[in-house]
């Protein structure tokens, strides 16, 4: 009897290794499948913003060709602007 009851021991002890490693096999691949979509999705996204970031470049170059007074005055602007306020940073 001590052998069938380490027959049967065995046998379920081998029988349940086997189901850790279909597990883990399982959730391995999905780890894997998920990694992928996500990379794949991640790439998509910045396939899209270098496309918008070059329209919205090739947008502003219109602009300033068409209007480059304003430009300059705007530039002008934006500069006194953030140069107004990085000195007034520098007083803190």
């Known amino acids: 009897m001590t052998d069938n009851v380490r027959k049967a021991a065995e046998v379920l002890g081998e ?47 219109k602009l300033v060709r068409k209007y480059p007074g304003r430009a300059v005055g705007i530039a002008l602007l934006a500069g006194a602007v953030f140069g107004a306020l990085i000195a007034h940073s520098d007083d803190r």
């Open 15 to 61: 029988e349940t290794r086997r189901r850790i490693e279909d597990v883990t096999d399982a959730a391995l691949d999905k780890g894997r499948k998920t990694w992928k979509d996500i990379r794949d999705r991640g790439e998509e996204v910045i396939e899209q913003a270098r496309e918008r970031g070059g329209e919205a470049w090739e947008d502003a170059q």
